[in-house]
């Protein structure tokens, strides 16, 4: 592979979406950011430079970064932030992977404007596995507040209660013409007949998952969390904040006589107020026109595409079942068969006790938690704490292996659904091959929860509707052809089960990627420690790394 070279500055930028302007942040000014393209193997050295008033870090999502957690990214667990003046340079090499991925800022809110994608392109000479497209275009989801993003937080923290509905979701940026005065700023592909066009479709919204479809065109899915996977073929796409996923579009093969819309709006499984607001596109077919054609501005007939309802959770867990890689039973995937470490973990929401800053009712609060524990953010890295040996009263190893109470998704909330609270990891030694299993529960109320995961992929080896049965549902645990992800929807009142190698040595943060559950503390770590050989450590810190 070669270097290649960014530099980001995070900068202020004026940016006028709903009729209001506000001033953002930004990476170089661009709102979504700029692209970075790699090609597997490649080392990437991106400079960022911090010229504004808060606190930043960047975290490339997705990529493995094989013993240089220094360059992962998430505030206070693998580095201090970047501060005002300063600048860190992040070095890491993109291995084993190819497809779409994206960076985001890893600190409070702030990936609601700094986000963009990341490409990773097959080695020199390798083709993709699929048809190669004609065009590439990535098409990032996000979302757009009225008000700046540090009000949007602020009304997160309090006492958990507000839904935090963002004005208006959008497609690179634009939120298109269902939203007040937005009809110039809509999303327009022009596309040529008889083509295949590589859509690399990122959610990079703050707190929805999102139904995506083409009116009158199927997609074929051929890549998901920059993992091949078997191509199927649908109307509607499901992605989760987090997830990534590469579709194929192939143009009608003659110019047909409409405009097409694109569209996305959330999927939501839980009771929170959503928002069923849906932001649009168009797709355009160039034409060429005859010499009796002079009609050159007839307006082209709209069509729209169907999307599920916003509670579409059968539709949720059928889609997440067809995403399998490209093994077989000949050839299986790498998935670990001995697991020598098993966990259970419930991930949803429960009731805190309040801090005095806070607007609390009978002097409780919404808080997220694995395990019944809420994760508390420490005043410096895990990381360092781990690699300089001083972690005491930083962070303990006594994260619960199993729930504190009988777990039933579907009956009466246990006694104890009072959350504690703590800065706790699971240590594990090097190569240790884990089997996690993820309980949504229905504490508050049943939720489908993006779980995502640092540092690694793993494979998503069963997934259900109700309570896990550790003795039934393993049988059927796939091992041939599982899914490889970063990130997983555990679906509304039901559980999925991972499994990974721990071949990373590091400090890895996991936890669910919509950014208000994270805020509450639905969180927490992995350690894991050096192996014996040189090469099964974790590299020593970069000499800019952060200081807190
Ligand atoms: Cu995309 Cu820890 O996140």
Known sequence: GITRHYKFDIKLQNVTRLCQTKSILTVNGKFPGPRIIAREGDRLLIKVANHVQNNITIHWHGVRQLRTGWADGPAYITQCPIQTGQTYLYNFTVTGQRGTLFWHAH????????????????KRHVPYPFPQP???????FGE??????????????????GPNVSDAYTINGLPGPLYNCSAKDTFKLKVKPGKTYLLRLINAALNNELFFSVANHSLTVVESDAVYVK?????????TPGQTTNVLLRT????PNATFVIAARPYVSGPAAFDNSTTTGLIEYERVLGPNDNNKNKKLPLLKPRLPRFNDTSFSFKYNQKIRSLAN???PANVPRAVSKKFFFTMGLGLGSCSTSQTCTNNTRLLGAFNNVSFVQPNTALLQAHFFNKTKGVYTTDFPTNPPFKFNYTGKPPNNSMVTTGTKVVQLAYNTSVELVLQDTSIIA??????????FNFFVVGMGIGNFDPKKDPTKFNLVDPAEKNTVGVPAGGWVAIRFLGDNPGVWFMHCHLEVHTSWGLKMAWVVLDGKKPNQKLLPPPSDLPKC
Not at 134 to 140: L, R
Not at 150 to 155: K, L, R
Not at 252 to 255: F, L, S
Request: proline share 10%.
């Open 107 to 122: 600190i409070s809110w702030l990936r609601a404007t700094i986000h963009g994608p990341i490409v990773i392109l097959p």
């Open 134 to 140: 004609f065009k590439e275009v990535p098409i990032i």
């Open 144 to 161: 757009w507040w009225k008000a700046d993003t540090e009000t949007v937080i602020n009304q997160a923290m309090q006492a958990g209660s």
């Open 231 to 239: 191509p199927f073929t649908t109307q509607i796409v499901l992605i």
């Open 252 to 255: 009608k093969p003659k110019a």
């Open 329 to 331: 039973a000949k050839f």
């Open 446 to 455: 049943p939720e489908s929860h993006p779980l995502h995961l640092h540092g």
